[in-house]
């Protein structure tokens, strides 16, 4: 077995770093251009971490590329170009690439190599991680780059395993291309993931069976090819508009308004929304202050796309069981579509209500309803992810004192910023539980952490200490202000992965900071100054200061 830095006579590396993503990969440019020594790892076979995986039919990003792109390089910004407003997965997965090979990432990285075990050793300083295969690396410090939507929920379903057709997880898609002509297809789930396959697969199946359990609210992505006077214009002006990310709420540009709902007159209201509706994207959540607090605003708007649903499909009935009701508009992950309501007018597509008519388990050959079996010769599962903590919670991390993360998160996920725990020396997580995470772009969060860890090794340097965590009272605080948002959100008033109600036994709650990506980066900001204030340090034990350059 080849050990990475564990032999009597090699020194432990600077940094590990897990995950392939957009963080891992940020994680390892960084670290090496520090001159740190460092080893990254990836459970994939290549770059990618999202969109590595998910391969499925229409899987697209829906924030615009422009934003959706690493904001640390002006080079990488003027030689990269988009072409489409929101790109689609094969052009997502060419630009990591491109990005990969530009800054020659992939030397750095183990693939095909998933972590089992991370232990912190308090007399050495050092943590051990181990490999599934039994691999030893020894670190200074861990960066868990695991991302928030890495480990697919295994489907609570009767039986999910015993169908005899073909049989796909929308976020462990095949590389190979799947054929959908003359097939009866199922998809299981109606989120973000499913309703981009929906659209997809359904002109192109012989008939589709879509189960829906809870409807999702969608809205036009009206996703465009970008015309090279567009983007020459967005080129000259990157340094800018990625400056105006960083000081936007979700980490990119999106209209934003300080105009309440109940402001301005119903007619206005209207046409705000209609214009919205128009413009595409996300525009529609940024026509009013007060969507995410005001239920009453928010139910104005909720009724208005219901209207839009009832508009587009014809069939009355079916319409009426698309409209979701009885949660907040944007308190579940609000999709952007390109024809997913029209979808429903082809005479091939099925919309099986799994409210009034619920799966009882899965069979041999297909999916069997209270109200009988429907047979199929392919089945998708686009049910969801074990979402914030699961990869974090895929292994054993233990901490000061023997603490296992199991234990100290078996009531919810606490940590200071998402960056890291009290009891976990050394330990950063990026885009963590209890960071902005999945409301604000990740990308962005990715850098501005990344860039966070590379300011505190640096200070531990400068300083002759060794191990830095947060302090238990700083953590706690953190957290109060966490839930404090959470309450007065309307985020958290849905039963989402954003809450752990997808998983059984989770522990209930959001863990995610509503207060947006630019107060975020503030607080980070804060929790910097005055000499890291919010941590407790360990002074160095001899060992070597870590950075090699500054
Ligand atoms: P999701 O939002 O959690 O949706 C999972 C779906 O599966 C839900 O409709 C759920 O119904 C259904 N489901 C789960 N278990 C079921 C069961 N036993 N029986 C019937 N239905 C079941 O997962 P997702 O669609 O993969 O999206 C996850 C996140 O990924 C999104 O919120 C978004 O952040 C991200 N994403 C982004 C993009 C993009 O950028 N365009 C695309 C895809 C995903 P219930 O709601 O009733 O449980």
Same mark, same amino acid.
């Given at each position: ?20 993503g957009f963080g891992g990969m940020y994680a390892t440019y960084k670290f090496r251009e520090m001159g740190l020594s460092i080893q990254s790892f990836e459970a994939g076979g290549d770059l990618g971490g999202v969109w590595y995986w998910n391969r499925y039919p ?21 030689? &990269?170009?988009?072409?489409? +407003? ?33 232990? &912190? ?5 050092? #943590? ?44 462990? #898609? ?234 100290? &998160? ?41 860039? &966070? ?18 302090? +238990? ?37 959001l863990t995610i900071y509503t207060g947006g990506f630019a107060k975020y980066v503030e607080a980070c900001e804060a929790a910097a100054k005055d000499n890291f204030a919010a941590y407790r340090f360990a002074p160095s034990r001899g060992a ?7």
């Amino acid at each position: 077995m080849n050990d990475v830095g564990v032999s009597a006579s090699a020194k432990p590396l600077d940094v590990v770093i897990v995950g392939g993503g957009f963080g891992g990969m940020y994680a390892t440019y960084k670290f090496r251009e520090m001159g740190l020594s460092i080893q990254s790892f990836e459970a994939g076979g290549d770059l990618g971490g999202v969109w590595y995986w998910n391969r499925y039919p229409g899987a697209r990003v829906d924030l615009p590329s422009i934003d959706y792109s690493f904001a640390f390089s002006p080079e990488i910004d003027q030689e &990269w170009t988009w072409s489409e +407003e929101f790109a689609a997965q094969p052009e997502l997965l060419r630009y990591i690439n491109f990005v990969a090979d530009r800054l020659d990432l992939r030397k750095h990285f183990r693939f095909n190599t998933r972590i089992a075990s991370a232990v &912190w050793d308090e007399d050495r300083q050092i #943590w051990t991680l181990t490999t599934t295969e039994g691999e030893r690396v020894e670190a200074r410090y861990c960066v868990m780059a695991t991302g928030p939507l890495s480990v697919p929920k295994t489907p609570d379903i009767k039986g999910y395993d015993r169908f005899r057709g073909e049989s796909y997880m929308a976020g462990k #898609w095949p590389h190979e291309p799947v054929s959908y002509a003359g097939k009866r297809v199922g998809v299981i789930g109606t989120g973000s993931t499913g309703i981009q396959i929906v659209q997809e697969v359904g002109p192109q199946a012989g008939e589709l069976f879509v189960f829906q359990r809870t409807p999702s609210f969608t809205m036009p992505m009206r996703n465009k090819t970008l015309s090279p006077e567009y983007v020459a214009e967005i080129k000259r002006n990157y340094p800018g508009l990625r400056a105006a990310a960083r000081m936007s709420a979700v980490g990119g540009l999106r209209p934003q308004s300080t105009r309440a709902f109940f402001s301005v007159p119903p007619e206005t209201r209207n046409a705000l929304l209609e214009d919205a509706w128009k413009l595409g994207g996300l525009c529609m959540l940024g026509t009013f202050s007060d969507l995410l607090i005001n239920p009453e605003a928010n139910e104005h708007v909720a009724e208005f796309i219901r209207g839009k649903i009832g508009e587009v499909v014809k069939d009355p009935v079916v319409a009426e069981k698309l409209k979701p009701r009885g949660y907040p508009v944007f308190a579940r992950r609000p999709c952007l579509d390109t024809s997913y309501y029209e979808t429903y007018n082809l005479p091939t597509v099925h919309l099986m209500d799994c409210l009034d008519d619920p799966i009882q388990e899965i069979t041999e050959k297909g999916v069997r309803l209270a109200s009988g079996e429907v047979e199929l010769d392919m089945l998708i599962f686009a049910t969801g992810y074990d979402g914030l903590t699961g990869a974090l919670l895929n292994f054993d991390v233990i901490g000061r004192d023997g603490q296992n993360l199991k234990d100290k &998160w078996a009531d919810g996920a606490r940590s200071l910023l998402g960056l890291g725990m009290a009891g976990f020396p050394n330990f950063f997580t990026t885009v963590g539980p209890n960071g902005p995470s999945a409301l604000a772009n990740i990308i962005h969060i990715n850098e501005n952490d990344v860039d &966070w860890i590379a300011r505190a090794i640096t200070y531990m340097d400068d300083n002759g200490l060794c191990a830095m965590e947060p302090t +238990e009272e700083a953590e706690t605080r953190w957290m109060d202000h966490v839930r404090e948002l959470a309450n007065r959100s309307l985020v958290s008033k849905a039963k989402t992965w954003y809450v752990g109600a997808n998983i059984e036994g989770k522990p209930q709650g959001l863990t995610i900071y509503t207060g947006g990506f630019a107060k975020y980066v503030e607080a980070c900001e804060a929790a910097a100054k005055d000499n890291f204030a919010a941590y407790r340090f360990a002074p160095s034990r001899g060992a070597q200061p870590v950075r090699k350059t500054a």
